[in-house]
């Protein structure tokens, strides 16, 4: 692991994207659709990574014996980071297609983190745990369609169903079984429906979000 991110330094930070993506799939194996971009200084040192046509910014960090999954057309911002450590626990981390990860999150993945398609991780500063003291159910799963906004946290074993807003600032300790619902609190509770999230977006960024412009 410490000469794969040795190497994963080296190739994140040539200045060329074609010249990254290359490298990353020579050396490091990993399967990277061509046309994707890779931002300056985004080091991916993972077990196995399976990445389609997708836009990731600079200084991201991918690390550890994880299995990593991204889907065509997702977006993923700046200085992110999706770790997991040697635990011999789940270390799979799926983003479906057509998703949305802003800038400056952190996700630890070694329990295991799914994300649906066209979800959306907004804002800054959102934490997704994983493991914790005496912790079996790990594996935090984020629905379909779903909003969270800004410095929301979840813990271990917790997910939220399809088309469900998360309010900024809510602390997620169970599993939202309920679709189309608004959450918010600390814990977070079903306070209402999702309150149409979707067509409030701005026409051109919902063209993005369903994958019509580039």
Known sequence: MKLRLLLALLIGHLPSNPVRVG???????????????????????????????VI????????GPITLTIGDETRIGSRNVIVAGALDYDRTCTIGPHALITSGHYLDVVGGFAMGEHAWIAGYGSQF?????????????????C????AVRFAPGTSVADNTVVAMGSVVTNKVTDPDVLIAGVPARVVG????????LPRNAAARRAGETT
């Open 147 to 150: 909003y969270l906004g800004s």
């Open 23 to 53: 490298l990353y799939r020579m050396l490091c194996g990993y399967r990277i659709t061509s046309g994707a971009r890779i931002g300056y200084g985004t080091v991916i040192a993972v077990d196995k990574a399976e990445i389609g046509h």
């Open 129 to 145: 745990w994983t493991h914790g003291l005496g912790t079996t159910d790990r594996r935090v799963e984020i629905g379909n369609n």
């Open 193 to 200: 429906d999702n309150s149409g999230w979707l067509e409030q």
């Open 56 to 63: 990731i910014g600079r200084f991201n960090r991918f690390h």
